[in-house]
């Protein structure tokens, strides 16, 4: 089929002689109605744009040419390429120059691409008879910048409406789009709260688009820490992509719609003596610098920063504490209490007192709390608080009265008192005879606080000899021994600060060995004793009860025997041999136990005349 613009030629050609051929061809391209069979070339600014001559080269091609067409003027031929000579020319265009590039298929190359370059492009191809054109348009496109936030607000307020700042990016092609967001969702504009302002600068020199765009946002109080970011969206070669800035956060001022007292301390409790530091704070942004604190006692506020520090409080400071703005228009209290623990020992320290006197010891709490008390006598924990309505020497020691607070940490308090029962020595004088009868044990036992110094006289001589046992609860014993033989009068004399005292033993010579106790014998050691007295008692009674059980059997016996036939008058003489040793043991048991209760009865009448003798002197 031939086309609109080889009929053209062809009809030029029989009105006109050949020398007009080339005429006939220039006015065939004027001839072409644009839009026919066009294609499209996408290329990236500054990269080489690759023009392929998309008809097929006629065997009869004498040149192929390359143009572009500007709307409304003329084209512009800019390569030239002879199929017959084989030499490649270049127009002279500017913006061209240097930049060509035509090769043997007719394939058209336009290094750096420019902004300039997008335009449309004609291949023509010349035959003899004909002119073949094929166009192919340009489509030029450049990445713009990551956009970026920039001339942004140091603060945004609530109910104002504030320029938060500028998304800008800047050598784009074609023109981008810039949207604002708020954490990841898209902000669209509404009046009065969200407006957004846009504007376009174009480069002379590259011609690239430069695009900024201005938000102004009134923000609330749930915008802090908002993220805010913006993005272009710009199309390239392959479509649409888009580009994001960095996210920002801006400080939202708002005002101050609570006031909070609250005390700072490590511990639950305040104790006298502590320092508190009460706080005051505001729930606004920028927090209030300074406040009224309203103490207890004080008649007016005192105006702080958010700190106020309560040195050494003591037990008055207990009370509401407020603090408010300094406008006075919002406030918070709180209430502290102050623990205190009060003890009161009557009598406290050293008190001296005399045995067989009464004592009344009152130990006297007070508390902000319920306190628990705790008695304790040389570090022995007491279940119950002394009282005394006689004093005994084992009264005597340290008692402590000692309280505490549980819930209030290092909060306890303790007295003592040192108790002293004072008395005037008492003597009592004792003897005893040692078992084997080598030497009589004559003792002075006594009592009396400060402790007694004894000395023993005998026939006007002092004995020094004596041998003492151990202080204990104002009680003592002072041992001398003596040969059995000898009849002499003692003399136990005691004194300490408050009297002298003494007693005197008329020891007589001896002939019966005596049962000897030991020495430094406590009341333990007499139970002992008492009860190894029970024991031989016991035994006593036991071989008795044998010895009976063994007569009846006998019994028995001889009884059986006179029954059997056969018994021989050697076996019965054997067993009255038997029953009579067995009577003669009983006997002998007998005789010992009844020595040992001799023994004892008169040692019984030994002390008893001690006695009387001691209550004598004593009178």
């Known amino acids: 089929m031939e086309t609109p613009s080889a009929a053209c030629c062809r009809r030029r050609r029989q009105l006109q002689p050949p020398s007009l051929l080339f005429l006939c061809l220039l ?46 003027k003329a084209p512009v031929f800019i ?6 000579k084989k030499n490649v020319q270049y127009d002279n265009v500017p913006e061209y120059k240097d930049r060509l590039s035509l090769s043997e298929n007719y394939t058209l190359s336009i290094n750096n691409a420019r902004i300039g370059d997008e335009r449309r492009f004609v ?17 030029l496109f450049k990445q713009p910048s990551q956009p970026e936030i920039v001339n942004r607000a140091k603060f945004l307020e609530t109910e104002q409406l504030k320029t938060l700042g500028e998304c800008i990016t800047k050598d784009g092609y074609p023109e981008g789009n810039i949207m604002w967001y708020k954490n990841g969702i898209v902000l669209q504009p509404v009046e009065g709260t969200v407006v957004i302002t846009e504007r376009t600068n ?48 801006f400080d939202i001022h708002y005002p101050t719609e609570k006031v909070k007292i609250q005390v700072l301390s490590q511990k639950n409790t305040i104790k006298e003596g502590d320092n508190v530091t009460l706080e005051c704070s505001g729930n606004g942004n920028p927090p209030p610098q300074e406040f009224l604190f309203y103490i207890p006692g004080e008649p007016e506020p005192i105006r702080s920063p958010s700190l106020y520090v309560l040195a050494d409080v ?33 009598p406290s320290g050293e008190v001296t007192k005399r045995i067989g006197e009464a004592l009344l010891v009152t130990c006297t709490i007070s508390s902000s709390r319920n306190a628990t008390v705790f008695w304790s006598k040389d570090n022995t924990r007491m279940r119950t608080s002394p009282s005394f309505s006689s004093l005994q020497y084992q009264d005597a020691g340290n008692y402590i009265c000692e309280t505490t607070l549980q819930e209030v940490e290092g909060l306890k308090k303790r007295q003592t008192l040192t108790l002293i029962v004072e008395g005037k020595p008492q003597i009592k004088m004792s003897k005893k005879t040692s078992t084997d009868g080598s030497f009589k ?51 136990c004399m005691a004194e300490n600060t408050l009297e002298r005292t003494m007693t005197s033993l008329n020891v007589s010579a001896i002939s019966i060995p005596e049962y000897d106790e030991p020495d430094d014998r406590s009341d333990d050691n007499r139970g002992k004793i008492n009860d190894q007295t029970k024991l031989i ?24 025997s006179k029954d059997v036939n056969g018994e021989s008058e050697k076996e019965a003489a054997q067993n009255s041999q038997t029953l009579l040793r067995a009577k003669g043991e009983v006997h002998g048991v007998h005789r010992a136990a009844s020595k040992h209760v001799d023994k004892d009865l008169g040692n019984i009448e030994e002390n008893k005349k001690l006695e009387e003798n001691n209550h004598k002197l004593e009178a």
């Open 123 to 139: 291949c023509m191809l010349v035959t003899e008879d004909n002119v073949f054109e094929e166009p192919t348009i340009v489509k």
């Open 537 to 560: 008692v016991g035994i006593v009674v036991g071989l008795l009860l044998a010895a009976l059980v063994a007569g009846v059997v006998y019994w028995l016996y001889m009884k059986k």
């Open 441 to 491: 044990l004559i003792s002075c036992n006594v009592e009396g606080f400060p402790k007694p110094a004894v000395q023993w006289i005998s026939s006007g001589s002092i004995i020094n000899k004596a041998k003492e046992t151990r202080y204990i609860n104002g009680r003592f014993s002072s041992r001398i021994r003596i040969a059995p033989e000898e009849n002499v009068t003692l003399t």
């Open 202 to 249: 174009v480069d002379k020199a590259s011609e690239l688009f430069t695009v900024i765009s201005s938000l102004d946002y009134m923000p609330t109080k749930e915008d802090t820490n908002a993220q805010f970011i913006c993005t272009v969206t710009y199309f390239g070669p392959t479509g649409q992509e888009t580009i994001r800035s960095e996210s920002v956060v």
């Open 27 to 72: 006015l065939s391209a004027l001839c072409l109605r644009p839009g026919l069979g066009v294609n499209t070339v996408n290329t990236v600014y500054g990269d080489t744009i690759i023009l392929p001559c998309r008809i097929e080269v006629p065997d009869d091609l004498m040149f192929g040419k390359w143009k572009y067409e500007i709307a409304n």
């Open 79 to 84: 390569a030239f390429r002879s199929a017959t």
């Open 314 to 346: 003591r037990r008055n400071a207990t009370g509401e504490y407020r603090c408010s703005l300094t406008d006075e228009s919002l406030t918070d209290s709180t209430i502290i209490t102050v623990h205190y623990l009060d003890l009161s020992l009557t």
